[in-house]
């Protein structure tokens, strides 16, 4: 399985984005999609999380109403899409996919199967 991630770039604050994460291998829609982050000098964290039907989502305060996860199964393609971008959303983009988690509580942690490789995005102020 391997995934790669797409899309990022330099925005100004206020801005949007929108990076896309292709997987390829078994099938797609049987994993959990996860996007995390990770700023210069700080820890990888947890974005938020896309269930396996695409039909529930669930994020982290910090980006929550500004970001939406979305996928098509058919493309085998998992979307982060960021609106209102603030300085403070600037890192490396990793996609991630898990299939053996169940249930919400089990997204934010790191222990996704596969990663991709990330993709950089810069919000200028």
């Known amino acids: 399985v391997q995934l790669q991630a797409s899309g990022g770039g330099l925005v100004q604050a206020g801005g949007s984005l929108r990076v896309t994460c292709v997987v390829s291998g078994r099938a797609f829609s049987m994993y959990v999609m996860g996007w995390f982050r990770q700023a210069p000098g700080k820890e990888r964290e947890f974005v938020g999380a896309?269930?396996?039907?695409?039909?529930?989502?669930s994020y982290a305060d910090s980006v929550s109403g500004r970001f939406t996860i979305s996928r098509d199964n058919a493309k085998n393609t998992v979307y982060l899409q960021m609106n209102n971008l603030k300085p403070e959303d600037t890192g490396v983009y990793y996609c991630?996919?898990?299939?053996?988690?169940?249930?919400?509580?089990?997204?934010?942690?790191?222990?996704?199967?596969?990663w991709g490789q990330g993709t950089e995005v810069t919000v200028s102020s």
């Open positions: 896309v269930a396996r039907n695409g039909g529930f989502a």
């Open positions: 991630a996919a898990d299939s053996s988690k169940y249930g919400s509580d089990s997204y934010p942690h790191a222990d996704y199967e596969y």
